[in-house]
């Protein structure tokens, strides 16, 4: 158990660092027009 928030701890900063690593480059148009059908989705969604 006195393991358990090392290792949350540790495996968040591994997933941030993961993420944060490939934000910007070659395929960051692609993701942005993913996010703009995405966001526009959620929009239309009735509710």
Do not use: H, K, N
Not at 1 to 27: H, I, K, N, Q, W
Request: with cysteine.
């Amino acid at each position: 158990m006195r393991f358990t928030l090392p290792a949350v701890v540790a495996l968040t900063a591994a997933l941030l660092t993961g993420c944060s690593l490939y934000a910007e480059g070659p395929d960051q148009d692609e993701r942005d027009r993913w996010s703009r059908v995405i966001e526009s989705a959620i929009e239309d969604f009735p509710g």
